[in-house]
């Protein structure tokens, strides 16, 4: 195993060596830079910005966008699952259809953590990837109870535009298949940053 993990850090090393990431702000991220754009925070203004998309999470088929990475032998005779962990790599898309603009990524994992009721802890980051925000990040943090209507979840912080960013997601589930383990969750983000 230690083998394994040291080719696989290995490898990491070399795409991002190999690899260019895609950037598409105007706003350079050398240490410099970033320097600079603190040192001029002082007279700033908060914005606040509101976001809406839904997120369409699959965690079986050919177009699984979410996959185990680990359980326990018991995870599921449980019945809130509790163990399972999934890693995922979810369209973020303008409307609740399969087939709708992707404007971003939900890159990240969650895990059933409850023994009491269907709940998730999320960590994940919404990468996107087009219009205004391309390039952009925020980082979703907190506990998830699938079973209720509303969810909140925290905004714990951002990159790009969305530089220090603190704020909630509010998430619903709009529609679901327990056949294909198909997701559609509706978020509406209220996010304050510089």
Known sequence: MEKFTTYFMMYLMAMAVAVPTVYSMDTPIDPQSVQKWF?????????LTKLHFFF????????ETAFDVARLNTSLQSPTFFGVV???D???????Q?????????????????LEE????????LVF?????????LSLFGHNPIAHKYRELAIVGGSGVFRLARGIATVRTIWFNLTT??????????????
């Open 39 to 47: 040192e001029k925070l002082a007279n700033s203004k908060e914005k």
């Open 86 to 88: 999934r890693v995922a």
């Open 90 to 96: 979810d369209a973020l898309r303008v409307g609740s």
């Open 181 to 194: 383990l198909y997701f559609i969750m509706e978020y509406h983000v209220m996010v304050l940053h510089y």
């Open 129 to 137: 990837t087009d219009g205004d925000y391309n390039g952009s990040t």
């Open 56 to 63: 369409h999470d699959i965690a079986t088929g050919k177009n």
């Open 98 to 114: 399969p087939d709708s603009k992707i404007i971003g990524r939900a890159e990240g994992m969650y895990g059933a953590a409850s």
């Open 118 to 125: 269907t709940a998730l802890l999320m960590t994940l980051n």
